[in-house]
Structures are given as C-alpha cells and as structure tokens.
C-alpha cells in the first residue's frame, strides 16, 4: 500500500509534540470514564449488580476501545490521510476521487455530509455532557451541592464560549499539561484500586463480554448503547491528524492514554465488586474523601478542553463545508498570524453554544444526555468505516478479501452500537438526529441551488472567448483603472460585467476576471495556487486555487501577480460584483420551500467583501435577478 504519509510522521516524537497530542486530541476520550462505566451498569441495577454482570460491562468497554479506537482509528484508519489532513471530509475527497459513476459519487458525497452533519450534533452535546459530568462529583463531596451542579455548568460553559474570539493559542499551553496530569491521575487511582483487588483483571478476556451478551442478548445489546460511550472522542484521532500526524497520535495512545484508561475501568470494577453502593459515582469514590473536591476541578478543567476540542473541531469542518460548496460563506475570523487552522467562527460559535445551553437546561444530567450523546458518535462512526472500506479498496489496491476480513466486521460493530443507540431516540436520542437531520436539509438544499445557479448562468451568459473576440469591434470605451470582476464561471462573461456595460458604457483598460476553485484537498502548494492567463491586450484571466483547510485572500493573491510579471496596484483596483436575487422560475427546478430555504441562506451568506477578504470602500456590486 502506498499513500502520503502524514506530515507529523517525519517530526521527532518530543514531549512538547506527545503533549500537544494529549491536550487536543484525547480531551473527549478521556473524560469518558465520568460517566461511561455507570451509564452502562445502570441498566441492570433495578434488583442490584452481581459480579458477573460488572465484570460483563467492564470486558465490553476494554474490548471496545481495542477494537473500534486502537484497531479501526489507530491501525487502520490514520493510514487514510488525505496530503497529511484526516477527519470525515477529507476521507470523502478521498473516497470520491476513487469512485466512478455520477450516482456513487453523490452517494459517497451523502455519506460524507452525513457524518459531518453528525460530527456538529457531538459537537453540541459533548460539552453539555462532559461539563455537567464533572461538576456532578459536587453531589459526592456534598449532597447538599446537589442544585449548583447546572448553574455552575452554566457558568463555564457561558465563559467557555464567550472567551472563543481570543482563539486558542494562549490557553493551549496549558491544555497538554492538565491533560497529562488528569490521565496520571485516573490512571493511578484505578491502579492503586485494581491492585487491591486484581481478580478484576479477569474482565481483560474477552470471554466474559461474550457471556454477558449470550446471557442477557437484548438487554445486552441495549448496553451497548451506552457502552460506547467509553470510544465518544475517537473520531478526533482521525480528525487531528493533520495537525500532529499520525505517529506521535498513535504513540500517546498506545503507551499513555490506553494504559490509563484500562486502568481506570478496572479500577472502577475493582471498587464495586468490592462495594455495590459505589454504583452511586464510581469515578469519583476511587478517590480517597480528602482528593474528591481536587479531582472535581481536575475533572472540570479536563471537560472544558475537551469541550474545546470539540468547538475547534466544528469551527474546521465548518469551515471545510463552506469550501467545499456544502454550506454558504462565514465568517472566519483568523486568530493567529502563524498559524493558518487556528480560526474563530462567530456564527457557528453562537449557535454552538445556544445549543449547549439548551441541553443542560432540558436535561439536568450527564445520565439523562447520555442517551442523546451515543446516536452521534455512533452514526459518525459508521459512515467514516463506509468510506474507509471505499478508500483502502480502490485508492490503496488492497484485496477484495483483504478489505472485507478487516473493515466489515468493525463495520458491524459500528451498526451494532448505531442501532443500541437507535433504540434510546425517545429518550433523547432525538437530539442529533434533528440537528443532523436540519444541518443536512441545509446542506443540501444549498448544494442543489449552486448548480442550479451556476447552469442558469451560463445558460443566460456568453462564453468568455466569443466576447473578447469581438471586443475589438465593439466599440466600447476603455477608461484607465484597473476592474476585478469575480466569477464563479471561468469561461463565461460574468453578470456583473454585462450590467456595467449597459449601465456605465464603460471598460476599464485593465480587466482581470477571478475564479476561485475550491480543490479537494486540505492544502494548495503556493506554485500551484495561482494560474494567469493573458486573453487580449490588459485582460487577464485568474485562477486561484484553495484547499478545503484554507480560507481565501483575493487581494494578496492578485498583488503576487508581480511575481509573473503582471502588474497590479491595489490602490488603483475596483472590485465588481454580482449580488443575485432569486425567483421562482416559470417551471421551477426546486420546491418552493427549498427555494425559500435556499433564499434565506443566501441572504444571510457572509459578504463575499468579508470572505475573500476585499477591502469594502473599493467594492461596486451590482444586483442581477436569477430565476432558479
């Protein structure tokens, strides 16, 4: 198998790079065991837990994060990178770049948006649950505590999200730091726990997974959905890797963080083989009483950045969508000068946390969210096992049975825990699915109306090379200056050129014609970035090409046009664009409550003086009417 090894894979494992991983990669994962081994046991703790059925849960919680998090992600997976960039879009480019067949393409596309869409719904309840989790250790310090466990959740997570415009590079330098001492922490409370009790241990065999399950069969299967629980996170291996790679991921994982958590869950078996009324909190009576108030802040400090993984997270993919033609323009807000995926969104900020708010107010618990959380991760998983099967068959060249033997099974598993989820959607598992479900309406509502609008343009448009051919007969005025018409559509006149003729009578002598191409992959190389093409005497033709990682800068890009011996004064340059007003067709290609979806969301688009960058005071836009 050959592919591009992740750029990480060439840096040396330092322990500033080991903690970086640990501080962004693995917040999510490791704050699980707050809540995952006791959401799994309390669906057998009507008439109290015996031995067997703990040791039962415990087995399929190790062997989940064996097989889907160590084998699927950390094996398997990581190898899928896409120029050193991983996470769900990148494998669909990936995946779509290796199927044939307009109907696979967009059903590989579907998956792609599917599990974005679900991506942004863990998004909103990872940190309603991880926060809410960490502060319910207050119940165990003190009953008493018990109606300040949400207004406080409250009030990290206003803070969280109101700090976000600050961008994450000075709070980084703690997160690895925390991180690092937070898995030490379980780690060795669950080993000093497993030792005084070390026939916990048995639950390492896989045996007594497979007894539980043949013993209980739905209800074991109805486990399951909160068994996963203990891999929510494992995406962010995957997702991540463009900014560690793929080495130092895996080597934190299999020596720090795996050993750690295993500990802890043994530790926590160990604790209520020992004492069934530790059901109550196992993760927190691990800890000796005079440890439990630190360990609630060490929990709280842990749950806000893993919180923060996840925010960054859907700032990215976010901004991938936008790229990539699923989402209308945003606001992307650079927060660092060096560092190019270090981005505020204000719009998915605020909506994020208008989210979260929600789901603390509605449900309380980190036990009632529970059900909510597992039907995100879980769908998020399958769709990324679809498109992994697709890629290291066609792209990598590996064997039908080859593939078959190692991606269906784990495919299984993935289904296995979606449909154990599937059955808690009464019970919140509702929640992502009505924010997947929007988000991908959304999606693809807005998809549909690009090609719609981009075929009604260059029906109505005239090619560019017909025009400029007979530009010299016209006898159009050509004023000094230099315009900038921006276009979607390379090889057809833009709209807004049509309109300044026939409104100004004018054509400024120098003209430059600018496409922007979003690229299926993370990053353009600068020598590929731009492509300039001379079509008649002082006008040009612009490609400029950007990665679904990048955010554009039209007006840096056009002054680098000296490099190719193209002249461009800024100062001299007006910007021409069209803004485009939508009608209803005589025979419409899209319903009308899709044409009034697609109206909003086009309305309430970012500028395009915003998004690429153009300074506003050198902008002319003009209106142009597009029945769709």
Known sequence: MSNPAAAGDRRPLTPALLLGVLGVVYGDIGTS?????????????????EAWEILGILSLIIWALILTVTVKYVVFVLRADNKGEGGILALMTLAQRQTHGARAKVAVMMLGMAGACLFFGDGVITPAISVL???????VVSPALDHVVVPISVIILIALFVVQFRGTQQIGAVFGPVCLLWFGTIGLLGLIETVQNPQVL?????????HFAFEYKLAAFIAMGSVVLAVTGAEALYADMGHFGRRPIRAAWNFFVLPALALNYLGQGALLLRDRS???NPFYLLAPEWLRLPLVILA???TVIASQAMISGAYTIARQCVQLGFLPRLSVKHTSETEEGQIYMPQINALLLIGVLILVLAFHTSDNLAAAYGIAVTGTFVCTSCLALIVFRRQFGWSLPLVTAIFVPLLLLDITFFIANVLKIPEGGYVPLVLGGVLFLMMTTWQRGRQLLFARFRQD???????????????????????????????????ALLHNLKHNKVLHERVFFVTVLNQDEPLVPPELRREVSELAPGIHRVLIRYGFSESP???????????????????????????EQLVAAVVPKM???????????????????EFFRIPSDRVVELGVRVAI
């Open 591 to 609: 319903s009308r409550w899709r044409q009034y979806l697609y109206g909003g969301m086009s309305r309430n688009a970012v500028p395009a003086t």
């Open 300 to 302: 709280a400090a842990a």
């Open 278 to 280: 530790a059901l109550e």
């Open 461 to 495: 448009s005239l090619p560019l090379k017909s025009y400029i051919a007979r530009l010299p007969q016209s006898r159009t005025v050509r004023v000094p200056g230099i315009a900038v018409f921006m276009t979607g559509q390379a090889d057809y006149v833009p709209a």
């Open 133 to 139: 989790s960490a502060i319910e250790g207050l119940k």
């Open 33 to 49: 065991p707050l809540y995952a081994f006791r959401a799994s046991l309390l669906h057998f703790s009507a008439d109290g837990v």
């Open 202 to 210: 048995v639950a390492l065999s896989p045996y007594y997974a497979v």
């Open 553 to 579: 800068n039209i007006p840096r890009e056009l002054e680098s046009l000296n490099e190719f011996g193209v002249a461009f004064e800024p100062m001299q340059a007006s910007y021409f664009l069209g803004r």
